[in-house]
């Protein structure tokens, strides 16, 4: 039996007047151009104002995730793509960009049921055994440092998230549900192309394929929970608990680290220890998706 999808047409029926996917793959080549073009503007001007900072910093691939200014920059950056975005939506689907995240007032009131209820969930898994992941807890960043940018580092993963929303279950999955009505088309493909962002082979090695998946995963539910709600508020809330806890308390070592507290004892490649817990982490995100669903009674 299929789930009740009738809230996602206040999402979908603003695309249906202009559904050609040829204005949805136009309309992605506009959000690259306007992406690379912006980053590459704000770069030329990081050069002149910090030579030596865009040099060694910003131009530094194994820095760009390890230095937190670097990483503030990069996920503020997103910010670029959500430009790319809204114009995609307006010139080419004669779309409000707002409508892309539906009513406004009800996305923020979902969003707030959402991520208060997995503040409560949060706070019972870590009451739960087992009290660590196997082995200590490396210090990445003292206390006062991360506190200090604590306020920077959350809004940036806000602009991250809502970015990637906007973009997967936003522009993406409602452009094909305006011209395609069965859900395996615009929960499935925008997912699969949000797998595809985070395989990661040099990285993870091995457990390249499973990030992937669960990344897959996620969309799938995330799409779901949005065509639920009828806004983007609760796949953001979600999207926002998870990269919070992943981004900014514990993160991978070799992973988007720069702004974490503490850092795991073992890299993304360990086929050891990770799998275990990438495990786990897949009970976690379905918890949390259902977590989503009782916030919003879907």
Do not use: C, K
Request: proline content about 7%.
């Amino acid at each position: 039996m299929r789930p009740s999808y009738a809230a996602h047409e206040i999402l979908v029926g603003p695309a249906r007047g202009r559904p050609a996917l040829w204005r949805l793959v136009a309309g992605l080549v506009l959000v690259a151009l306007i992406a690379m073009g912006l980053n590459a503007v704000f770069g030329g001007l990081a050069r002149l104002a910090a030579p030596e900072f865009w040099r060694e910093t910003l131009r530094n691939p194994a820095l760009l995730g390890s230095h937190p200014v670097a990483l503030l920059v990069l996920l503020a950056s997103f910010g670029f793509v959500a430009l790319g975005v809204a114009l995609a939506a307006r010139l080419l689907q004669q779309r409000a960009p707002a409508g892309l995240v539906g009513p406004l007032p009800l996305a923020v009131r979902q969003f707030w049921r959402v991520f208060r209820l997995l503040l409560v969930l949060a706070a019972v898994v870590m009451l739960l055994p087992p009290w660590d992941y196997g082995e200590p807890l490396v210090q990445n960043m003292a206390p006062g440092r991360w506190l200090l940018l604590l306020p920077l580092s959350l809004g940036a993963v806000l602009v991250q998230t809502a970015t990637e929303e906007l973009l997967f279950r936003g522009y993406i999955q409602q452009s094909l549900a305006a011209r395609f009505a069965h859900p395996a088309v615009w929960m499935l493909l925008p997912s699969a192309l949000f797998a595809a962002g985070h395989y990661l082979p040099a990285q993870a090695g091995d457990n390249a394929v499973l990030i992937a998946l669960w990344s897959g995963l996620f969309g799938v539910l995330m799409a779901d929970l949005t065509a639920r709600a009828g806004t983007l508020g609760p796949a953001i809330a979600v999207h926002f608990a998870n990269n919070v806890v992943s981004l900014l308390i514990v993160s991978l070592p070799d992973g988007l680290s720069g702004l974490a507290l503490f850092t795991l004892p073992y890299e993304m490649s360990d086929t050891t220890v990770l799998r275990g817990w990438l495990a786990v982490d897949f009970m976690l995100m379905l918890l949390g998706w259902l977590t989503a669903r009782l916030a919003i009674r879907a």
